[in-house]
Every structure is written in C-alpha cells, then in structure tokens.
C-alpha cells in the first residue's frame, strides 16, 4: 500500500512533479514544527498556489522532517523566478531531506531522482553527463520504487543518446533491452517499450524490434489519444513491412474505428481499402 507522502505526492498536478523547478533563495530556512502548517503547504501546491505554501514552510526548524524538508524543495521548484541560487538551494533541501532520520524509502527514491532533474533538465546550463550519473545513483540505489524506474527511464534516454559514453549504438541497445526487468510499473513499462521502439527506429532499424516494443507498450495500455493513434498507425505499418497482413489490418481498423478525425485517416483507410483486396492466404 502506498506510504502517506506517495498519497499525497501523486496526488498533486503534474506540474509540480515535472515542472519549471524554480528555486528559493539560498541560505539556511528557519523550520517551525508546526505540521498543520505542511498539511496545508501540500493542499495549496495542490492548486498550484505555491507561493503562498512557499511562506508556510519558510516557517521551519532546524529538527525539521524528512517530508517538510522534501516539500518545500518541491515548492520552490514551482516557484519563480529561476535561478542558479535558488537552483542550489533546492538541491540542498533535498539532499537534508535524504538524509534526515525521519526519511522513507519513497521519499528518500523521489528526492534521489529530483537531484538528477534539477541537473539535467533545470538549471540554467544542463550537465546531462552529472544528470545521467546522478539518475544512475537514483536507480542503483533506490530500485524497485517507482522513482527508481523514473529514473531509469531517464537513465536509458541518455545512454541511448550516447552521453557519457563511448559505447557503439548496438551495445546501447542491448544494454537498455536488459534494464527491461526494472521496469515493474505497468505505466512506466509501456513508456520503457515506447522508448525501446523509437531507439530501435532511429539507431538500428529493424521493424521487427519495433513491432515488439509497439506490441508491448499497446498490450499495457496507452491513455493519451494521440500516442494511441501513433502506435496504432505505427503497428500497422510496421506489420504491413513485415507481411504480417491480418495484424496490420486489425490495428489500422482500430484506429479507423477510433479516431474519426485525424489527419491520416484517408490514407489509412485506402491501405484497409487495399489490404481487404487481397486474397486470402
């Protein structure tokens, strides 16, 4: 069952989760021990309100938790203006909230793969090889969490990309096939597969490792209409290169039935229109 902090974490927008990580100022906060006051910190970063939880928490001691400490890096994250100060402070209120006695193994995991964002997407000028390291750490360190899967996800994006490493293109793509065990989180395995079938596209073609991934990540679900469409359309296509026709009539129906107003759709349904011709094998 998921801790309280995951309750509430996952609760809130995802813009707090993934979005501008706008720091505080640096310098050490003065905590208060009130935990009315982080309750209500949570609610309003919930509603996006994070200036104000950003004065709730200010309000701290030096014996302050694990989970405020982790808060209130959350909500000078969300909290502009950006800069490399305010950058610093974040990552030190995380880096206490890591290492305060009160920390669980969520909170320790998302603080870990926080760390690494800041690094590699947040600060002013990224350093994507301290990021891909510090994911690395994130994974290793806090697996099977599903920060650590995020961060592995992260993780295989970069070494796919070829940061920080000199290893050819194919060995990048066995390496990141076996990290597919990582992934536990039926949400973060479709993206993993998803990940896979555009690094096999880009680095190595080959539609029969792509049909797979696609295959996969659409057995596990796929919310977002758009990247249904595309992976629909993408299934078709590739199983179409493959002679592999009633499986590439099945989804290119599919999507005909689903999406009624999409661009493709008369080029699609001219392909239904002709696969249909065929015979029978």
Not at 190 to 195: C, E
Request: glycine letters at 6%.
């Amino acid at each position: 069952m998921p801790s309280a902090f995951a309750f509430r974490l996952f609760r809130l927008r995802p813009r707090l989760l993934t979005g501008l990580l706008a720091v505080g100022a640096a310098g050490v906060p003065a905590y208060s021990t009130d935990e009315g006051d982080l309750a209500r910190a949570w609610a309003l970063a919930g509603q996006s309100r994070f200036a104000e939880a950003h004065r709730l928490l200010e309000r701290n001691g030096a014996d302050a938790g694990a989970e405020r400490l982790f808060a209130h890096a959350l909500v000078l994250l969300n909290t502009p203006p950006t800069t490399e100060a305010r950058l610093d402070e974040a990552a030190r209120l995380l880096s206490a909230a890591a290492q305060a006695p009160s920390v669980t193994g969520d909170l320790a995991a998302a603080a870990a793969y926080f760390l690494a964002r800041i690094e590699g997407i947040h600060r002013l000028r990224p350093d994507q090889p301290r990021a891909k390291m510090l994911y690395e750490r994130a994974w290793r360190e806090h697996s099977p969490t599903r920060w650590a899967q995020l961060a592995a996800l992260r993780w295989l994006a970069l070494h796919l990309a070829g940061i920080a490493t000199d290893e050819a293109p194919a060995d990048r793509l066995m390496a990141a096939e076996n990290a597919a065990p990582t992934f536990v989180d039926p949400s973060l395995r479709k993206d993993f597969h998803l990940l896979m079938a555009y690094a096999w596209g880009r680095m190595q073609p080959g539609p029969e490792h792509i049909l797979d991934h696609l295959l996969h990540a659409e057995s596990l679900g796929i919310v977002h209409a758009q990247t249904r469409a595309d992976v629909y359309c993408a299934i078709g296509n590739h199983a179409l290169a493959l002679g592999r026709t009633p499986l590439s009539l099945e989804f290119f129906q599919r999507y005909l039935r689903e999406f009624q107003r999409d661009a493709r759709r008369h080029h699609v349904a001219s392909l239904v229109e002709g696969l249909r011709a065929l015979p029978s094998p």
